[in-house]
């Protein structure tokens, strides 16, 4: 009998855990790091019982949005429900049906991950659903930082400040770009809402930047461990 914990790892999971292992030091200068913006689309908010029906990831180097970077995957579920979730995305059972094996898109997505830093807007529930995924495939957690555009807001924009009111809810991407006088990009679509992310983080970087008046250090952000 072979037991779970000595089976051997396929060689992505390997791969990610070993880039993980290199880290990124607190005190680097944002703009020298290459950031991963993702956002998904699920069938719903359970972590347990509901699946990811398409994601997307872009990278951010260099002050710059790397367009060309940009991947967009629509999922397979044998199972797509049609509920509140699906009038949001709009990802139909029929499109799911059409998608690729998840399996293959989340071998995909630790490649493009490795040690970098991740980046999303209410990122919690899109980093927890990715994990759950990758620990059903592949045996293993996602590792590594990640970092709340919605939070950032609250840290850079005063329409945001924590108020100490117990039920105050992080910005929505509406309202980040509303204040920041951003076009959004394909709402509630991954790769529209992805590459939106990316602009606001870009655009809370700069202000971070000219209120410091020194480069923006991974320290001075609101970042998390998985």
Request: hydrophobic content about 45%.
């Amino acid at each position: 009998m072979i037991w779970p914990f000595n089976r051997k790892l396929e060689p992505v999971a390997a791969e990610y855990l070993a880039a993980c292992k290199q880290g990124v030091p607190k005190g680097v200068d944002v703009a020298d790091l290459t950031v991963l913006v993702i956002d998904a689309e699920t069938t719903g908010f359970s972590l347990d019982n509901d699946r990811l029906l398409s994601l997307a990831t872009i990278e951010v180097a260099e002050r710059e949005i790397h367009v060309r970077s940009a991947k967009d995957w629509l999922i397979y579920q044998n199972v797509a429900p049609v509920n509140e979730a699906m009038k949001v995305h709009g990802i139909l059972p029929s499109d799911t049906a059409k998608g690729r094996p998840e399996k293959e898109v989340l071998g995909e997505f630790l490649k493009s991950l490795g040690s970098r830093l991740l980046v999303g807007h209410h990122i919690k529930f899109d980093a927890g659903m990715l994990s759950v995924a990758v620990k059903r495939h592949y045996g293993i957690k996602l590792r590594g930082r990640v970092l709340d555009t919605a939070l950032l807001a609250m840290q850079e924009l005063p329409a945001f400040h924590k108020t100490g009111y117990a039920n105050q809810k992080p910005p929505s991407l509406e309202d980040v770009c509303t204040s920041l006088n951003l076009p959004m990009m394909d709402r509630h679509t991954a790769a529209g809402d992805a590459f939106t992310t990316a602009a606001i983080f870009l655009a809370l970087c700069a202000r971070l930047r000219k209120r410091l008046e020194r480069p923006v250090r991974l320290e001075d952000l609101p970042v998390t461990k998985f």
